[in-house]
């Protein structure tokens, strides 16, 4: 009986020693899988409006992808900000407890339109105190100060695409 009772607690140290991760990767899955059954949706702000279609996920990234017809509206009102108001930070702060993003997990949304291509990434820094949103949204691959998710410039990607 001793035998047992001591092959069951080193079993239970066994398991409670390795335990099991909760990545990034697995949280985004998750939220992914989440959201997918409340597609499509529709978010509106003052008169602006954006559909998401589609629900993705790429490693601990969540893949949204919209249509609008107010890409230009949408993209001014982005741009209007430095930094976040603070209403906005609240809801920002709000929004990243409930979608995991302090635990790892980004999202980026990507909005057709069918004249350019929009990005916004939104991650752990996009609720901070001196943020710029206008470092997370990417209009054609590039953001407002010209450099692309990995930091590269058109120039530097050129470079780089010639080299290879």
Same mark, same amino acid.
């Given at each position: 009986?001793?035998?047992?009772?001591?092959? &069951?607690?080193? !079993?239970? /140290?066994?398991?409670?020693? $390795?335990?099991? #991760?909760?990545?990034?990767?697995? *949280?985004?899955?998750?939220?992914?899988?989440?959201?997918?059954?409340?597609?499509?949706?529709?978010?509106?702000?003052?008169?602006?409006?954006?559909?998401?279609?589609?629900?993705?996920?790429? &490693?601990?990234? !969540?893949? /949204?992808?919209?249509?609008? $017809?107010?890409? #230009?509206?949408?993209?001014?009102? *982005?741009?209007?900000?430095?930094?976040?108001?603070?209403?906005?930070?609240?809801?920002?702060?709000?929004?990243?407890?409930?979608?995991?993003?302090?635990?790892?997990?980004?999202?980026?949304?990507?909005?057709?339109?069918?004249?350019?291509?929009?990005?916004?990434?939104?991650?752990?820094?996009?609720?901070?105190?001196?943020?710029?949103?206008?470092?997370?949204?990417?209009?054609?691959?590039?953001?407002?100060?010209?450099?692309?998710?990995?930091?590269?410039?058109?120039?530097?990607?050129?470079?780089?695409?010639?080299?290879?």
């Amino acid at each position: 009986m001793r035998f047992w009772m001591a092959l &069951g607690c080193l !079993v239970s /140290l066994v398991c409670a020693q $390795s335990g099991f #991760k909760i990545t990034p990767e697995l *949280l985004a899955s998750v939220m992914a899988k989440s959201m997918e059954s409340n597609l499509p949706q529709t978010f509106k702000y003052k008169e602006l409006r954006l559909v998401v279609q589609h629900v993705d996920v790429e &490693g601990k990234r !969540v893949l /949204l992808d919209a249509t609008t $017809s107010q890409s #230009k509206e949408i993209l001014d009102e *982005l741009y209007k900000y430095k930094t976040l108001p603070d209403d906005l930070k609240r809801q920002c702060n709000d929004f990243s407890k409930v979608s995991m993003v302090a635990q790892g997990v980004e999202y980026m949304l990507r909005v057709k339109d069918g004249k350019r291509g929009i990005e916004v990434i939104y991650d752990k820094e996009a609720c901070g105190e001196s943020f710029d949103p206008s470092q997370k949204i990417f209009v054609d691959g590039y953001n407002r100060y010209g450099l692309d998710r990995f930091g590269h410039t058109k120039k530097e990607n050129a470079k780089l695409k010639k080299a290879s």
